[in-house]
């Protein structure tokens, strides 16, 4: 299974971004799935999980700006990340929540700035 992270890009602080985690197969109703993030020179930090009953569990430092959800063919997850700080800044994968992990790709980057 081939996971693919796009939709990053520069905003302002305060700005907003969708990701978007395409799968080459539907294994989100299989797999609880994460969004990961990870800082230069830093360990991959998770962000938030969605289970295969859509339960979402949010980090402390996204709770309220982000928000995951996939589509009706479950193909696709998305991070909806409002009220973007600089600290939000890093590298965003998305992956299973759990070993073994699939590819981790090359994950998109998000850039908050002005």
């Known amino acids: 299974v081939q996971l693919q992270a796009s939709g990053g890009g520069l905003v302002q602080p305060g700005g907003s971004l969708r990701l978007s985690c395409a799968a080459s197969?539907?294994?989100?109703?299989?797999?609880?799935m994460g969004w990961y993030r990870q800082y230069p020179g830093k360990q991959r930090e998770l962000v938030v999980t969605l289970t295969p009953r859509d339960s979402a569990n949010y980090a402390d430092s996204v709770k309220g700006r982000f928000t995951i959800s996939r589509d009706k063919a479950e193909n696709t997850v998305y991070l909806q990340m409002n009220s973007l700080e600089p600290e939000d800044t890093a590298v965003y994968y998305c992956?299973?929540?759990?070993?073994?992990?699939?590819?981790w790709g090359q994950g998109t980057q998000v850039t908050v700035s002005s």
């Open positions: 197969r539907s294994i989100f109703r299989i797999y609880t």
């Open positions: 992956n299973k929540f759990e070993s073994p992990f699939l590819s």
